[in-house]
């Protein structure tokens, strides 16, 4: 990247910044009025959508490689991004370059400001982000779209697209305060992205959350395929770089696809994704889509900050999980997955997360916890994870470290102290937000 395109990209980014990341309006007025005048780009393809509490962005990285794997080429929307904003719009299994970033700003900028100045409420970050990346879609041209909602489903941006398959990843309690206090409510919200003559394709759910989802598809006349009854995982081996999976799908049994991703969690997101991309194409029973290109899309998979890898001697990974649900996930995983003589893990998180909980999840995991504080300016204050940490884990077994680089060099240290147990081994989990990720994915880089 150039200079001068770099100097651009931040116009943008601080253009964008001055909308408020995370201010939400729950209606569709903006968004709707906005790509009315652009068009309706998302009206220019089909699209799969998805929402749910953890896995939408594993899921929608899948689904786009599998779609690419088929022949189509294929946008991609998710959110939020780890590095940079370029990353929430791809073409190709690629981030927008910044010069089509910009260029896809400066082509919708004019339109949102028209829009802000008429307008009780400006458009948000998301709801202009949203426009831009179904416009650039529509400009490249692509064949399909896959869209990740970016809060709950009914009200979000994205939400104007009508998609032929809705996905809904496992619902479980995360944003309380916008989207409801219980599962069911959640579930509600999250529905609302299912729409007539859609496919619903549901992972497997609380019963509380699978009553709101079926409803509304007999409301709106969806069909619906389920984890666990018309799809699922029927074996997973653990594989160098991976797992080994046997999926059952819409189109029947797809035996030996490799997965170069860890944990249960990332083959049901497989099964998930295979499923809608089946629902896609139109394969059915007896129907099955071609096992080659399946073979070939999950094995191109990949997914940043997600049980990611980026050293050795010792282990160092880091996941973005930042909710109890995602925990017991990342939990599950490193027990399956690895095998560590000792592991300890660096912990930020938001304010507003329940890191009691997450911690609790940890505890028989982890040998020992380096608290610290993220980049984001809602991270929690570390004295006050800290405190919970030795509520939870004990005195002896938890540090403290308000610096990110030194809880992350802390935590090397107590790994390499006294890696014991008959498989041996030092590792490293650095993880509690999507923020931490992205900071220790920035500084391991370097």
């Known amino acids: 990247m150039t200079d001068d395109f770099a100097a651009e990209l931040a116009r943008v980014e601080k253009a964008l910044e001055a909308r408020g990341p995370g201010r939400m309006v729950p209606d569709l007025e903006r968004i709707t009025a906005l790509l009315d005048l652009l068009g309706n780009p998302q009206r220019s393809y089909p699209s799969v959508h998805l929402t749910g509490t953890n896995g939408k962005t594993s899921t929608a990285r899948m689904i786009d490689a599998l779609l690419r794997a088929f022949g189509l080429r294929v946008g991609r929307y998710t959110s939020p991004h780890l590095e940079s904003v370029t990353e929430r719009i791809g073409v190709d299994g690629e981030p927008l370059s910044p010069e089509s970033f910009v260029a896809a700003y400066d082509d919708v900028a004019p339109y949102a400001e028209m829009l802000d100045a008429r307008s009780a409420q400006p458009l948000t970050y998301f709801e202009l982000t949203t426009a831009m990346a179904f416009a650039a879609f529509a400009e490249m041209p692509v064949d399909a779209a896959v869209v990740e909602v970016g809060l709950g489903g009914a009200w979000d941006a994205t939400n104007v697209l009508g998609a032929p398959v809705a996905v809904v990843m496992p619902i479980d309690l995360d944003h309380v305060g916008l989207l409801g206090d219980t599962v069911a409510a959640i579930a509600t919200e999250k529905a609302g992205i299912i729409h007539s003559g859609a496919t619903l394709i549901a992972a497997v759910q609380q019963p509380e959350a699978a009553e709101p989802l079926i409803r509304r598809a007999a409301e709106v006349g969806a069909a619906v395929a389920r984890e666990g009854l018309e799809f699922g995982v029927i074996s997973r081996e653990v594989a160098v770089g991976g797992q080994m999976l046997t999926l059952q799908s819409l189109g029947g049994v797809y035996e030996e696809v490799f997965l170069p991703l860890h944990g249960a969690h990332q083959a049901q997101n497989a099964a998930v994704a295979l499923a809608a991309v089946e629902a896609f194409l139109g394969a059915g029973p007896d129907r099955p889509v071609d096992i080659e290109a399946v073979r070939e899309g ?149």
């Open 298 to 446: 999950f094995a191109q998979v990949t997914s940043p900050g997600r049980l990611e890898r980026m050293r050795s001697s010792p282990t160092v990974l880091l996941d973005a999980a930042h909710n109890p649900a995602g925990m017991r996930a990342l939990a599950e995983a490193l027990t399956e997955d690895f095998s560590f003589g000792r592991l300890v893990a660096v912990l930020a998180v938001l304010d507003d997360k329940d890191a009691r909980t997450m911690l609790e999840i940890l505890e028989p995991v982890v040998d020992a916890v380096v608290v610290t504080r993220n980049s984001s300016p809602r991270s929690m204050d570390p004295d006050v994870l800290g405190a919970l940490a030795v509520e939870v884990l004990g005195p002896d077994r938890v540090d403290v470290a308000p610096r990110f680089d030194d809880a992350i060099e802390a935590a090397v240290q107590l790994a390499e102290e006294a890696a014991e147990g008959p498989l041996g081994g030092e590792g490293v989990i650095v993880t509690g937000s999507v923020v931490t990720a992205a900071d220790a994915r920035r500084l391991l880089r370097r």
